[in-house]
């Protein structure tokens, strides 16, 4: 893992937070993700199509939980964070489409995206093979929708994409954290694909089950959002990683 040395560029609030230890870093960071998430989620960037809700900039800070907490502490904050949200939108706008599906997003992306960090996660001594894991539950997503919705197949391809990408990080593996190399880049901007489909699959499960919508609104009208939403979400994210990288010197706190 990197460590913060005499010559890092980083702030005097990074340096405070590389001088914690571990376990107080990652509650620290966990918690200032989540307040983030939950501020974010009054600032609308589009219409949630097909009810009277908004998707929110959080879309840009779901990605981060597992990748900057890894899977534990990343499925744990972004519960909180799920909860936080509904919480201040009830109170302060009701902008947020309150259900238990989107509430469980952040909580999802976290648990998902921070196995995908590493071929295989040990979890209570049993090697857990984390990116495969989550190529199958896209699967199980991709197989609901199209049970209901099959008129309108195309709709799961950035799901099928990303299911991909996934398998490919089962394969290369991601290392500990995030390196200045090309590679590593590359590897990052797929973690956060995962992050940002795999909280995206619980609005989309909840749509299946909740929203009586037909199956080309699916394919012709939400799909192209959707798109133009998760190509900002993966670039926002990976910004805001790459920033946070810089400032506390490393990315990755927990695996």
Same mark, same amino acid.
């Given at each position: 893992m990197t460590t913060v040395s005499d010559?890092?560029?980083?702030?005097?609030?990074?340096l405070e937070l590389a001088g914690m230890p571990a376990r107080s870093r990652v509650i620290a960071v966990g918690s200032l993700l989540a307040a983030l998430y939950a501020v974010t989620v009054m600032v609308p960037i589009s219409a949630f199509i097909g009810a009277s809700s908004v998707m929110s900039a959080s879309i840009f800070i779901a990605p981060l939980f597992g990748v900057i907490l890894g899977?534990?502490?990343?499925? @744990?904050?972004? =519960?909180? @964070?799920?909860? =936080?949200? @509904?919480f201040v939108s009830s109170q302060f706008g009701g902008l947020y489409l309150i259900v238990p599906t989107i509430i469980l997003g952040p909580a999802v992306s976290g648990l998902l995206t921070g196995l995908c960090l590493r071929p295989k996660t040990m979890v209570r001594g049993v090697a857990v093979p984390g990116p495969l894991l989550t190529a199958l539950y896209l699967l199980m997503v991709i197989a609901i929708y199209l049970v209901t919705y099959y008129e309108a197949w195309w709709f799961v391809a950035p799901y099928a994409f990303t299911t991909a990408v996934a398998l490919l990080l089962q394969r290369t593996g991601t290392g500990g954290g995030v390196s200045p190399t090309y590679g590593a880049h590359l590897r990052l901007v797929a973690l956060m694909l995962v992050g940002t489909m795999t909280d995206l699959s619980m609005i989309t499960l909840g749509a299946i089950y909740l929203?009586?919508?037909?199956?080309?609104?699916?394919g012709y009208v939400i799909l192209?959002?959707?798109?133009?939403?998760?190509?900002?979400?993966v670039i926002m994210s990976t910004l805001i990683a790459k920033a946070t990288e810089r400032m506390l010197g490393q990315l990755t706190l927990a695996e």
């Open positions: 010559e890092d560029p980083v702030t005097h609030e990074g899977p534990r502490y990343g499925g @744990a904050f972004g =519960l909180v @964070a799920g909860v =936080l949200a @509904a929203l009586d919508l037909p199956a080309s609104v699916y192209p959002v959707m798109l133009l939403e998760r190509t900002a979400a």
